[in-house]
């Protein structure tokens, strides 16, 4: 069954520091796909990132970075230079390719302090 | 390039009513999913419609349903309210049938049954 851990439910962490949001996923299929998005206060879901289960590389884009490992079947999420408009709530997402359903974990809310 | 539109942003509602919200998707987009999001059960998939034709089904009652007409609009409707149906019901619209792509969000209807 899918299943999306976010075992962190909130982080705050001050300004210009770099923070890690973890994701733990579990799947029974071989082809799937592992989403984040961001929730601001007004609340409309952001994607940030898709990644299918055959494309291991990290991704870098400006100071989010992704670190996904099938080993430890993770999909870490890495904010570097935290800054105040960061703050949000994020959310891991898992969708199998064989059943066509999507879920998500149940967010982490990171607070980044001025 | 107008984003996803949900109407109404809020929404009052006695228990054992109805009520029937209204998600207009990014022009071009043919599918549209519905989610529901509690502090409880966090962001659920509710269905997908893709071309009029419901596509995907999340695991909730019959009370909840939906439909997409022509020009991609979708509606959901929520029947014989309960007080468990309060919560932020998002819509989301992507260029391709199914939950493995990249979606937009609308910014949510919050329902409350009273």
């Known amino acids: 069954a899918q299943k999306v851990t976010q075992a962190q439910t909130e982080i705050s962490v001050v300004e210009k520091e770099d923070v890690t949001l973890d994701c733990v996923y579990e799947?029974?299929?071989?082809?799937?796909?592992l989403f984040w998005y961001k929730q601001p206060p007004s609340g409309e879901l952001v994607f940030l990132i898709r990644r299918n289960s055959f494309d291991e590389q990290n991704e870098i884009s400006g100071r989010y970075s992704w670190n996904f490992q099938k080993s430890t079947s993770s999909f870490n999420f890495t904010i570097t230079a935290s800054q105040v408009v960061d703050s949000a709530v994020y959310f891991c997402?898992?969708?199998?390719?064989?059943?066509?359903?999507?879920?998500f974990g149940k967010g982490t809310r990171l607070h980044i302090l001025p | 390039k107008a984003g996803v539109t949900q109407t109404p942003r809020y929404l009052i509602k006695t228990r054992g009513q109805q009520v029937t919200l209204s998600c207009s998707p990014i022009s071009g987009h043919r599918s549209v999913s519905w989610y529901q999001q509690t502090p409880g059960q966090g962001l659920q998939f509710l269905f997908e419609y893709f071309s009029e034709t419901q596509r995907n089904k999340g695991n909730f009652p019959g009370r909840f349903s939906g439909r997409q007409f022509s020009n991609s609009r979708s509606e959901m409707n929520v029947s014989t309210l309960e007080l468990g149906d309060s919560a932020l019901y998002l819509c989301?619209?992507?260029?391709?049938?199914?939950?493995?792509?990249?979606?937009?969000f609308g910014q949510g209807t919050r329902l409350t049954v009273v």
């Open positions: 989301a619209s992507s260029s391709a049938q199914g939950l493995n792509t990249e979606a937009f």
């Open positions: 997402a898992l969708s199998e390719d064989r059943d066509d359903k999507i879920i």
């Open positions: 799947t029974r299929d071989t082809t799937y796909y």
